[in-house]
Nanobody, 124 residues
């Protein structure tokens, strides 16, 4: 089992940057693909970014491509989401999640483990 704890959220002005971290427990972190998802008030949770087990492959939603960067450090059991050029529409609770399947996936309902989330608020 994997426990995930997100951190790094906060309030930032439009155009600013934040770096989210997600620390994982356990010794099997490198066996999981990792994803970042977000949920804005009144909306469904949506995919933002994902990274393969070894970190060589990354995937992004069109809405964040070119602005967000996902990375991981398997030695530290941590996955990151660097967010630049933030927009008010990026305001949401951001969740990290772990997936034990063969391929990296972007669907919300296939991930096995979830953190509790961290709030990101972007003011205009």
């Amino acid at each position: 089992q994997v426990q995930l704890v997100e951190s790094g959220g906060g309030l930032v002005q439009a155009g600013g940057s934040l770096r989210l971290s997600c620390a994982a427990s356990g010794r099997t972190f490198s066996s999981y693909h990792m994803g970042w998802f977000r949920q804005a008030p009144g909306k469904e949770r949506e995919f933002a970014a994902a990274i393969s087990r070894g970190g060589s492959n990354t995937y992004y939603a069109d809405s964040v491509k070119g602005r967000f960067t996902i990375s991981r450090d398997n030695a530290k059991n941590t996955v990151y989401l660097e967010m630049n050029s933030l927009k008010p529409e990026d305001t949401a609770v951001y969740y990290c999640a772990a997936d034990h399947s063969i391929r990296v996936r972007t669907q919300t309902d296939v991930y096995d483990y979830w953190g509790r989330g961290t709030q990101v608020t972007v003011s205009s």
